[in-house]
């Protein structure tokens, strides 16, 4: 017999009571009327929203079956993001395909592009075999990276075997003698790798071509100009009298500045490009502007004073300004070839030639890093003027050149002035010298280790330019570059203010404004005048006074 | 960085030619991990290095549940003993901000304040207090500046509690190369400035879990960040050029990212006539 148990609803006393508080709940309820009871709440669970389509029932048996699927740790915290995901899951399916194959195809390409260094070019047997093992102008990148990456200097691995492999693309194609990687400098859009390079002697690539389009350039600026000046021969305004100071002619390639060529490339894998020889002027406007490279070799520079150049004309520069400052080698290594003759002629140029000195003894790395005259720079110094041999650009005879003040030339406002010659420090100047900035040396010298001294590599950095470091190990040294190419200056940049006004003319008395007389003073003047002619009739009588009233008439 | 992921995100990292030597390498592996240990924090991050003139800094953070608390700063010369740089004050940074000049290397070296503010040094004579800085406090202070000019973080990394809290976020499955590539998936990790100024429109459009710091689209100057893709476009790499040397590198779609600073510690004011 059933008791009375929870009211059915043709019963009298259903609702009366709340659910679960009814006198009768621990009685286990009508079977039935429970599976009712879940069915009701499945089909509440299937019911499909009316905005997305999904529907509660099957969203949580996914997320449960995610969960289980997965087992994280602390479920009950991330569930809500679990839920979303599931929710984004739905709509991942039918985008997918587009998405991937359009974000990495960028990626793909420069994967082909690295991957295409590693392979070897066909048709190449045997004999490059025994052309690599013998001598080579490819440097060892590697290994110049363990040592800089003993005092925590270079690239990632990668990124060194890379660059070592398009080297050595880059020796295979050009005629290269010898081969330094230089360094690299970052940009705002790509960074540049610079590959420093000494071709064979005399397979030196023409460069005309470079100055041809340049002058043709100048030369069809000069045909708008003669049209314009046709249209206005009527009225032409005065010629003006400016004088363009004269144009320093650039170091030969080979010598000074250009002694080296330089070649650049983004990344490794990506075609190698020259750098155009640098002039002097490029040198002096680089020193008075400061700008990041974007990257592009052919981006304009925008600067006070302009730029006479684009892009790979800076970074020509720039690289010529570090080379300059910071290349150095230990004390001996380095020596002067024996020259016949070495007479005062000679001093004037400075040597620019140096070779290898075939007895040197490495001194042991802690003097190295103890003192800076055991280094040396072997890459001649910029003079003011831009070049590193001074050059008259007034071609006087030598015979009229002035003595020598180091470094101070005094700009010639006019052209029969002659110009002091610079000398800069002589080539194979110990470090000692260098001067520092404020109370900054001019170098900071480590050693690699202090842990272990008798493997540990002597460290130079550079205060002066930052990014440039030297390592020397015994017979081993090598110099590298890796920051974005600008000197330190302890004060802020001050570019250089645009010139006063010129004169429009010279100002003189007979173009002088002065002031008109004013009423007051023209009376004035005319009654002394009428004073003056009565006096002189007083004094008609007197002939010795005839010459005074000339002189007074003439006075007034 | 996480110091669990030193080695690879220094090799991530190296593209601007700076890294450590394998030395340091080795030993902020162990010297790292006792920290953590004996200050008891939950999370330690190498910042980086700094340059000095006779030595190097080199500094590491530990952050505690709430990532966004303020950090300890712990500095060392030789990256096994560290010390405890004393916790910032706005003070600190404001006399910091007047000095000019490389780090000595030394970090009980004295800066003359006199030279810069005679007024202030008077002042502060009459305080009783010396008118000297310590190179600790300048530089605990220019830390201090660098991460909150320029540390960052990717969108999506933290979330922030109902409780105010930060903690990172487990979901968080790196950002897609698109995204990657824009400044504004990436957020400064710092007390925000420009939140508040914008506008209701905008505002609606965040979510408050990930989105409650600011982004560095509007950073002033425009154009102060850097952003590339390395190793042939797998790894994303921002470098910022107000403070010469941070690299913040992430890989898209993974949860690898960091930053570090090597570099001279100086602001880049010459930043203007830069770009």
Known sequence: ??????????????????????????????????????QNAKAYLLKSSTTSGLNLYDHLANMLTKILDEQPTNAVDIIENVSKDVKWAQFQKKMDTLRDEYETLPTFEAAEKRKALFLRANGEGDEELEEDIGETPLPNVMETAFYFEQAGIGLSKDESYHIFLALKKLISVQPIQTCRFWGKILGLEMNYIIAEVQYHEGEEEEETEEEEVTEQGGKGVGEVEDEEEEKEKEDEPPKSTYKPPPVIPKEENGTGANKYVYFVCNEPGKPWVKLPPVTPAQIVCARKIKKFFTGRLDAPVVSFPPFPGNEANYLRAQIARISAGTQISPIGFYQFAEEEGDEEEEVEGGRDTYEENPDFQPLSVAEMVDSPSTWVHHVQSILKQGRCVWLNPFQKSEEEEENEEEEKAEDPDELQQELQQEIGPPLLTPLSEDEGMQNIPAWTAQLSTNLIPQYAVAVLQSNRWPGAFAFASGRKFDNIYFGWGHKYSPENHAPALPPPVQAEYPSGPEITETRDPTLEEELALKAAREEALAAAEEEEEEDDEGVEDDEEEEDD | ?????????????????????????????????????????????????????????????????????????????????????????????????????????????????????????????????????KEE??????????????????????????????????????????????????????????????????????????????????????????????????????????????????????????YIYFGTGEKNLDLPFML
């Open chain 2, 137 to 258: 406090a300048r530089l605990v202070a220019t830390i201090e500046q660098i991460d909150r000019a320029v540390g960052i973080v990717p969108r999506g990394a933290f979330v922030k509690t109902p409780l105010g809290s930060v903690h990172e976020n487990r979901n968080f499955e790196g950002l897609s190369l698109t995204e990657a590539k824009k400044l504004s998936s990436y957020f400064h990790f710092t007390e925000p400035v420009n939140l508040k100024n914008k506008t209701l429109l905008e505002k609606a459009d965040l979510d408050p879990s990930t989105d409650f710091l600011d982004s560095l689209e509007h950073d002033i100057p425009q154009g102060s960040w850097t952003v590339q893709l390395e190793k042939g476009g797998t790894v994303v790499v921002l470098r910022s050029l107000l403070w010469l040397g941070l690299t913040f590198y992430h890989v898209p779609m993974t949860k690898q990212y960091g």
């Open chain 2, 1 to 133: 960085m996480e110091a669990s992921s030193l080695p690879a995100a220094l090799e991530l990292a190296a593209g601007g030619g700076a890294g450590l030597s394998p030395e340091k390498r080795a030993v902020l592996g162990s010297s790292l991990l006792l920290l953590q240990r004996d200050y008891r924090f939950e999370r330690v991050w190498f910042w980086g290095c700094i340059q000095g003139v006779r030595g190097a800094y080199y500094i590491a953070e530990g952050l505690g549940p709430d990532r966004a608390a303020p950090r300890s700063r712990l500095y060392s010369l030789n990256c096994v003993e560290w010390s405890l740089l004393p916790p910032v004050t706005e003070e600190m940074v404001t006399q910091a901000e007047h000095l000019k000049g490389r780090f000595q290397g030394d970090p009980s070296f004295e800066y003359e304040y006199t030279e810069i503010n005679a007024e202030d040094a008077e002042r502060l004579l009459e305080d009783g207090k010396e008118p000297v800085i």
């Open chain 1, 1 to 38: 017999e059933r008791g009375h148990g929870p009211y059915q609803p043709h019963e009298p006393g259903y609702g009366l009571y709340q659910p679960g508080y009814s006198p009768y709940d621990d009685q286990i309820p009508d079977p039935d009327s429970r599976m009712l009871a879940i």
